[in-house]
């Protein structure tokens, strides 16, 4: 019984989102059933009276006929506030676990450098980026230099692309540029400044007044034929909650 009410609970917006397609069916089936009953009777009380008979007495001889259907509608729109206030709840709740890990992580960092210093964290960094590109590795054609590019990894994302450090140096200029002007810039935003197309998730995080994007750089080699790589990683990570730092 416990597992089947957190089931339920854990699938609710769906549940209730499902539940008001079926509302809005539910109501218009019972409206179109409804509406001969209801014309029979305005037929009936229009027989009863020499004039034509007003709206509003149209609306007391029928509106008895419409009660399910008015039953049902309002039920549809409960399911439908229901399930967008749980949907708004997690949000919430996801970006505020994302503030606090992202809070976590740079403590973490912060104390490993006290601890161990700058070169023993850099190794570790190092070793963390080897173990990430072995379990994620870039595709072939992305690793051959291109001019004057190299294959680069954002630490963030784990994405690979062809660059250089000037040209990844001129987009965090352009990021913060854009944030000191406009307030925010999105992770996206950073993709277009370098060339690349936006991805899926880039419009769901990036960087605020209070959060600038700061980067530092490490190398490491591609695992098959140690080719070099050219890896950054952020001081301040791009936030869940950068169009509203302030959580307003």
């Not at 230099?145 to 994405?159: E, P, T």
């Not at 200029?173 to 998730?201: E, K, M």
């Amino acid at each position: 019984m416990n597992k089947l009410l957190e089931l339920v609970k854990h699938n609710s917006p769906h549940i209730l989102t499902a539940l008001a397609v079926g509302g809005v069916v539910g109501t218009a089936v019972l409206a179109v059933k409804a509406t001969p009953n209801a014309l029979a009777d305005i037929r009936e009380a229009q027989d009863t009276v020499p004039y034509t008979l007003k709206k509003r007495e149209v609306v007391k001889t029928a509106w008895k006929h419409y009660i399910p259907a008015a039953l049902c509608g309002a039920t549809t729109i409960a399911c439908i506030v229901g399930a967008n206030t749980i949907s708004t709840k997690r949000e919430a709740a996801l970006v505020a676990g994302a503030a606090f890990t992202e809070r976590a992580y740079k403590e973490f960092r912060e104390s490993a450098r006290e601890e161990l210093g700058e070169k023993k964290e850099a190794e570790l960094h190092a070793a963390a980026y080897e173990k990430a590109m072995r379990e994620n590795p870039p595709t072939p054609e992305l690793i051959p230099a291109d001019g004057d590019k190299i294959l680069c990894m954002d630490a963030w994302s784990q994405r690979y692309f062809q660059a250089n450090r000037n040209m990844i140096d001129k987009a965090v200029n352009d990021v913060n540029f854009q944030v000191i002007n406009s307030g925010y810039a999105s992770v996206n935003d950073f993709w277009r400044f370098l060339g690349l197309a936006p991805t899926s998730h880039g419009e769901e995080f990036g960087w605020s007044t209070t959060n600038k994007m700061d980067i530092w750089y490490t190398s490491i080699l591609t695992s098959e034929d140690s080719k070099p790589v050219l890896v950054f990683d952020h001081y301040n990570g791009p936030s869940a909650d950068y169009r509203d730092p302030w959580g307003k």
